[in-house]
């Protein structure tokens, strides 16, 4: 550390030596971070730190979410997935498991959702929520995202005057474009407000009116790759999260899992018992969302 | 200048302002107006179930005088069933402009799903709207035909029906803690009836055609349905905040002391129950009193709808959504745009077109009724 202070004050005494300086502290940065692990003093460096802070070593390992075992989890869901897939549609069943200690509130499955589905301003399909618990000094918070519950009973589709929308066999509850009529009821019977109105808005209307590219791109909803249009469906419609049913289909995790940096996010069948998900349910700190309200959920919390 | 002028003036006027809304539904689409994902009924769902609600007392009128013989209620039978048809008109309308689609409108018919109340409404609506328009057509020849009776008395169940389902509707939602009542039916039905018997009470004072009878019977009418009313609604406020549950608490806060205070405490308290009664148990015996009365009670009927629908919906189900992705179109604040208001007021004359068209064509070949005593 002295040599490279010296060498600091060194470089920067002139402003011809700036590029120099820059090359030397990079270099200096690099060696701090590599030699000492080349070297075995990880440990040691760490130690050092945490005492300069206050902070003791003494670390807590319990503290932290359990490790998933075995191989990684995005392997094992894509082998679950393909595994469900070659059973018929009606022995699969979809769910979804959050670990509510791993997601960092990043809104990275939010907007890969977002992106996925060609989502226009005023529809979401997995908001993130954020839950502040207790007082300062003793606080924390918490961030629950809130995708469509895809519930085994759901009160959103015997509403449907039309038969617009319903749940397949395969456990997503869905909607079909052309046969909504718009009339919102099912939001409005959605104990999780999982249901976006499609009002007709753009990005670009907040941009001088124009359409932006990315919102002329056909959205692979469904499969239907629909261009969304002036007043055509899906503007006008109840529109949902669905599992990203077009990737799982070609075998593919839902946008949200995939994207979930914290890997927080957890997707496969329930009725596999050999299932990521369904391992991940069998533990007792497994929460849902308003149980009281009898919707079995299929999306799962980890607390 | 004659009221029925008056009506007409205001009526025609309304219209064509409304007509902006209009355009600008038409135009903007859902744009226009301040409802969303998380507030997804507004302004107009509100005028639906009021209109329809006026419609089912308005019938009770016509249902006492030509179904049960109540001859005191025979002169303004033609009124409440002018009235009826045109509030479900004006209903009816609210509803399908505030749909996301509503050139699918006729899957309502073809497709109906039989577990849900809002696909069995259309069809009780369709048959509520043939059988007022047989009606209007046979009482214009003999409003004494048994046919005419017998068709009155058919439709009484039909409307109880459809107006406790009408309540029904917002009853069943058990996302929504404060439409999630026994009692929800009941007072739409009630409310419905003391609107409707309330605007028949109205439009007879103001087109001269009531009778002291007919006067007496709406006024007790009224009276009667006001009182039930009370009830229901004290049974239903005072329960849900003693029980405490959360989310009712927190739209029934909203309702008695949030930021729109004053459509409970102004517009459907006092100029929704506290004057009308007063005008209708203390001056009684003055024609302008019973019309501001009925008039009252029928214009102020949105007051409790709109108390229903939009507090339900603007407390989140859950409290971290209202910030967890916000902007346009995902907030849990609703207040009606200008082009929602242009609407509401293009359908209430729409609605008043109806009914004044009716009533001229029927005046054409009407009998002179005998008219209420002045005070």
């Known amino acids: 550390m002295p040599q490279?202070?010296?060498?600091?004050?060194?470089?920067?005494?002139?402003?011809?030596?700036?590029?120099?300086?820059?090359?030397?502290?990079?270099?200096?940065?690099?060696?701090?971070?590599?030699a000492p692990a080349v070297a075995g003093e990880v440990a040691p460096v760490q130690a050092a730190a945490a005492e300069q802070s206050g902070l003791t070593d003494e670390f807590d390992a319990t503290q932290l979410p359990e490790a998933v075992e075995g191989e990684h989890p995005i392997k094992r869901m894509m082998a679950d997935l393909r595994r469900a897939l070659q059973k018929p549609m009606e022995q699969r069943r979809?769910?979804?498991?959050?670990?509510?200690?791993?997601?960092?509130?990043?809104?990275?499955?939010?907007?890969?959702?977002?992106?996925?589905?060609?989502?226009?301003?005023?529809?979401?399909?997995?908001?993130?929520m954020t839950e502040t618990h207790g007082t300062y000094p003793n606080v924390a918070r918490r961030f629950i995202p809130r995708p469509c519950m895809q519930c085994d009973n759901p009160p959103c589709t015997p509403v449907c005057p039309v038969n617009a929308t319903w749940k397949r066999s395969d456990g997503i509850v869905v909607v079909d474009y052309d046969k909504c009529i718009?009339?919102?009821?099912?939001?409005?019977?959605?104990?999780?407000?999982?249901?976006?109105?499609?009002?007709?808005?753009?990005?670009?209307?907040?941009?001088?009116?124009?359409?932006?590219?990315?919102?002329?791109?056909?959205?692979?909803?469904?499969?239907?790759?629909?261009?969304?249009?002036?007043?055509?469906?899906?503007?006008?419609?109840?529109?949902?999260?669905?599992f990203c049913i077009h990737r799982i289909e070609r075998g593919e995790l839902p946008a949200c899992t995939l994207s979930c940096m914290g890997r927080a996010t957890y997707f496969g069948d329930l009725n596999d018992s050999k299932s990521l998900v369904s391992e991940l349910i069998g533990q007792p700190n497994v929460m849902r969302l308003r149980e009281e309200m009898g919707t079995e959920p299929k999306v799962f919390y980890l607390v | 200048m004659k009221p029925v002028r008056v009506l007409w003036i205001l009526t025609l006027v309304g219209f064509v302002i409304g007509l902006v809304g209009v355009f600008q539904r038409v135009i903007g689409g859902h744009t226009v107006a301040a409802y969303n994902t998380y507030v997804p009924w507004g302004l107009w769902v509100a005028a639906y179930a009021m209109m329809i609600g006026l419609s089912v007392g308005a019938y009770l009128v016509a249902a006492l005088a030509y179904g049960f013989r109540v001859q005191a209620l025979k002169p303004v039978a033609p009124i409440a069933l002018f009235a009826a048809l045109a509030t479900l008109a004006g209903g009816l309308m609210a509803i399908w402009l505030d749909l996301g689609h509503p050139d699918r409108f006729w899957r309502l018919f073809l497709a109906t799903n039989p577990t849900s109340i809002m696909g069995l409404m259309v069809w009780f609506y369709t048959l509520y709207g043939i059988l007022l328009i047989a009606l209007i057509v046979l009482t214009q020849r003999n409003s004494d035909a048994g046919i005419v009776r017998n068709l009155s008395l058919l439709?009484?169940?039909?409307?109880?029906?459809?107006?406790?389902?009408?309540?029904?509707?917002?009853?069943?939602?058990?996302?929504?803690?404060?439409?999630?009542?026994?009692?929800?039916?009941?007072?739409?039905?009630?409310?419905?009836?003391?609107?409707?018997?309330?605007?028949?009470?109205?439009?007879?004072?103001?087109?001269?055609?009531?009778?002291?009878?007919a006067v007496r019977w709406l006024r007790g009418l009224a009276l009667g349905l006001l009182a039930a009313?009370?009830?229901?609604?004290?049974?239903?406020?005072?329960?849900?905040?003693?029980?405490?549950?959360p989310a009712k608490t927190a739209s029934l806060n909203l309702v008695l002391f949030g930021p729109f205070w004053w459509v409970f405490w102004f517009f459907h308290v006092g100029l929704g129950i506290v004057v009308p009664a007063l005008l209708l148990l203390f001056l009684n015996r003055r024609t302008w009193a019973l019309a501001t009365a009925g008039g009252l009670l029928a214009l102020t009927a949105i007051a409790s709808k709109l108390n229903l629908v939009i507090p339900a919906?603007?407390?989140?189900?859950?409290?971290?959504?209202?910030?967890?992705?916000?902007?346009?179109?995902?907030?849990?604040?609703?207040f009606?745009?200008?082009?929602?208001?242009?609407?509401?007021v293009w359908i209430v004359s729409l609605s008043a077109l109806v009914f004044l068209a009716g009533v001229w064509w029927m005046g054409r070949a009407s009998v002179q009724t005998p008219r209420l005593t002045k005070a």
């Open chain 1, 94 to 128: 979809w769910g979804m498991v959050i670990d509510l200690r791993k997601c960092t509130g990043c809104n990275g499955c939010n907007v890969a959702c977002i992106t996925e589905n060609k989502l226009p301003p005023g529809v979401t399909y997995r908001p993130v």
């Open chain 2, 336 to 344: 009606p745009t200008l082009a929602e208001w242009l609407l509401l």
């Open chain 2, 313 to 334: 919906l603007v407390v989140p189900e859950f409290e971290g959504l209202r910030t967890a992705f916000t902007g346009t179109g995902l907030t849990f604040n609703y």
């Open chain 1, 4 to 34: 490279l202070k010296e060498s600091v004050l060194d470089a920067l005494k002139t402003e011809e030596s700036r590029r120099a300086f820059l090359a030397k502290f990079a270099s200096a940065v690099f060696a701090g971070l590599v």
């Open chain 2, 229 to 245: 009313a009370i009830v229901l609604e004290w049974a239903e406020i005072s329960t849900a905040l003693y029980a405490g549950i």
């Open chain 1, 182 to 242: 718009g009339c919102r009821y099912c939001i409005t019977a959605c104990p999780y407000a999982a249901r976006s109105f499609d009002s007709g808005y753009f990005y670009g209307d907040f941009e001088g009116g124009e359409r932006q590219p990315y919102e002329l791109l056909p959205s692979p909803e469904y499969g239907e790759n629909r261009v969304r249009a002036e007043e055509g469906s899906p503007i006008g419609n109840v529109r949902k999260c669905h």
């Open chain 2, 155 to 213: 439709g009484l169940p039909l409307v109880i029906i459809f107006g406790g389902a009408e309540g029904a509707l917002f009853g069943v939602v058990s996302a929504q803690a404060l439409w999630e009542s026994g009692l929800t039916p009941i007072l739409f039905l009630v409310e419905g009836a003391l609107s409707g018997v309330a605007l028949v009470l109205f439009l007879s004072v103001v087109l001269d055609k009531a009778t002291e009878d």
